[in-house]
């Protein structure tokens, strides 16, 4: 399973409040009419994102599609019939945006229990294997999920956790050094 993630935030004098209006009937339109190979899609307030401008809040969508020929139809159908207006309205507001591919290691993406990101930059280096045994322990897998990107359209982190409760894995404690967490809370709207 793959998921495109896009970071945006509104653009200037927007409110909040029809900012995240226009993005869930995009959301509600995109699954109404969803295309070949779409799972789910979600949009996320966020409270930070370090790495889109000043690092404030804002917001992170995913659509999670099965492979990488689903991400193809995705694109066409967000713009296509059912999704266009909606897709335009939210267009409209954004301000800034940036984002990436990640793939699917560990557990089920169900956005509705995610209460927190947890973002990991690793060192170089550290063995594939290890690396995602370490970062999934202690994961609920029917609650929680382990990405690794594959493709980045700006500076985002390489690993997201996406759980209700902080795993051990990636614990601040637990973590070899140098290696960076942006731990933050996440709220489906």
Known sequence: MLAYVFWHRSAPGVA????????????????????????????????SLPWLGDGGPGYEDWYV?????A???????????GNRTAH????????????GLYR????????????????ITPTRGPDEAMLEDFLADGMDRDSASLWRRLLA???????????????????????????????DARAAL
């Open 16 to 47: 909040s409040a029809e900012y995240e209006a226009a993005n869930v009937r995009f959301q509600r339109a995109l699954t109404a009419n969803a295309p070949g190979g779409f799972v789910a899609s979600a949009c996320l307030s966020a409270g």
């Open 71 to 81: 991400l193809g139809v995705l694109n066409e159908a967000a713009l296509g019939r």
């Open 65 to 69: 599609v099965e492979d990488f020929a």
């Open 88 to 99: 335009d309205a939210a267009a409209r507001l954004m301000g800034e945006g940036t984002g």
């Open 104 to 119: 699917l290691l560990d557990g089920a993406p169900r956005f509705e229990l995610v209460a927190n990101a947890n973002w």
């Open 153 to 183: 359209l700006g500076p985002a982190p390489e690993l997201c956790l996406l759980a209700g409760e902080m795993p051990a894995g990636v614990r601040s404690t637990r973590l070899p050094e140098g290696w960076l967490a942006e731990i």
